[in-house]
């Protein structure tokens, strides 16, 4: 079960919050300044609204409005904020990142050392594992993210397998350990310590990286150094990397043993399953979301355009289909953007609406493991992975 971080507050009044945001981030440092921080300074009250969803102030909790998803990468500016404990005093000494354990040659690596090294590139999609879990029933505690704990970007850095391979890991190893920087408010707080299978983090496509969208990493972001895994959820995604520690077994932690895992097989609502029945939360389920028409918008009667994005896991989104609650006749929308593991893929569709009224838009991907987006998932006591129809009300005008 996800441990709340600390108290929450409705995400109701956000007029002003930007500013806010803008001016604690970039007093410690935790955002890089862009074009889009003046242009949603200044944007008209009449346009979408790109301000950010508070759900905790401490640690900071931000989730994205849909406007801000409705572009293949997502705005550093504009992506979600996850946090345990808060993001830790970086700058205060030489960030410097080991690799331990089972290796024949531990490592210690500065920021320049791994600008050093081959990089890549990796477009991928992050989304936080209890994105939507406000939209379960029966509800659960923790962060009551909606729809908006996710976002796409270009992540370049180090392959984990090349630093694993540096290292020279033993034959006996297992699992590598995330280490990160952050440090737990209170002596009875478990660290945020998560591990991946060995087999994982030596993947092509699992890096340790050092810029976000073609910007130094920003703090909030895990800054100056991440761990990025496209196809799997957040918590696999270790910010403010520390250490890597090389193991033959599973970390033990409280976010391995007990936090983020989910039950092996579907169980009824309200069921509380024993840790023996639990796995850990690993590879994403296939979805959509409509970025356009926002919530509650008003549309003409003319032909509207049907905007949005979806993703998967393991492999890629093959087709997504939109329809109204009204009128439940599936048509298939055009994809674009290259099919490719980990990354998401926009969708547009011409909606006509047949009369003025309220509507209610719904939106289900298929990937290309043949897993199609359910009306409503299977529930469970964390509100992990939640990949129902993606639905969206608004009125014809």
Known sequence: MEKPTGPERPATD??????AVWGGALAAGGLNRTTDASTLADESPAGPDRRMIVRTERPLNLESPSPALDSFLTPNAEFFVR?????????????????????????????????????ITVPAVLQCAG???????????GQAWERGAVGHAEWSGVRLADLLEKAGVKSDAAHVHMVGGDVPPNPKSPAFV?????????????????????EPLPILHGGPARVVVPGWGGNCWSKWIRKLVVSAEEAQSFYMKAGYRIPRTPVPPGTNPPPSDLIPVQWMNVKSLITSPDIGGKVGRGPVEVRGVAWTGEGHVVKVEVATVQDPTWREAELLDAPRQ?????????????????FTLQARATDSQGEVQPETPPWNKSGYLWNGYDRVSCTVE
Do not use: C, Q
Not at 14 to 19: N, S
Not at 84 to 101: I, K, N, Q, T, Y
Not at 131 to 141: D, I, S, Y
């Open 14 to 19: 956000r007029r002003g919050f930007l500013g």
């Open 83 to 119: 946090s345990h404990h808060g993001a830790p005093a970086v700058g205060l000494r030489p960030w410097e990142v080991v690799v331990e354990g089972l290796v024949e040659k531990p490592l210690t690596l500065s920021l320049e050392d791994l600008a050093g090294l081959k990089t």
């Open 131 to 141: 994105n939507g879990r406000a939209l379960f029933r029966p509800r659960m505690p």
């Open 194 to 214: 998560r591990s991946l299978p060995l087999d994982r983090a030596r993947a092509e496509d699992v890096i340790l990286a050092l810029t976000m969208n073609g």
């Open 342 to 358: 980990g990354s998401w893929r926009r969708f547009k569709l011409v909606w006509t609406p047949p009369a003025a009224g309220s």
